[in-house]
């Protein structure tokens, strides 16, 4: 399974990293939301099956990176789990609605991100062969 990590912080992807990859996931990481629509565009039929997005970045936030995806056909199938300090839930409310999967807020522990990944039926670790 392959995951993509976009956070414009460099320690966070790191630690979003270490922990999807300990769970048996692939990552590919970017910085912002347009690079993450490059990342997707240079996997073409390899595409990840979770994105983790942080609402707060440069260039392309995380909510218009969810609303570009969902307008993306090729792109739908692809679960997005916002991962963000963003924690008021009329924001919560706006990534679910533009068609977010899951919503984790930062700093969150490592247990927290099993039960997202559990509750989407995408942790590694449990899926039945």
């Not at 590919?28 to 939301?33: M, T, V």
């Not at 997707?40 to 707060?56: F, I, K, Q, Y």
């Not at 679910?96 to 509750?119: N, Q, R, S």
């Amino acid at each position: 399974m392959q995951a993509l990590v976009i956070d414009d912080s460099r320690t966070m992807r790191i630690v979003l990293r270490r922990q999807l990859e300990q769970l048996g996931y692939a990552v590919l990481e970017a910085a912002d939301g347009q690079q993450a629509l490059e990342v997707l565009e240079a996997h073409g039929d390899s595409l990840p099956v979770l994105a983790t997005v942080d609402w707060n970045m440069p260039v392309m936030n995380g909510l218009e990176f969810v609303k570009a995806v969902r307008a993306e056909p090729g792109l739908r199938d692809l679960t997005l789990m916002m991962v963000t300090t963003e924690a008021e839930h009329g924001q919560i409310v706006r990534a679910l609605a533009a068609g977010a999967h899951e919503y984790l807020i930062k700093p969150f522990t490592g247990e927290a991100l099993v039960d997202k990944l559990d509750y989407l039926g995408l942790n590694p670790q449990r899926s039945v062969a």
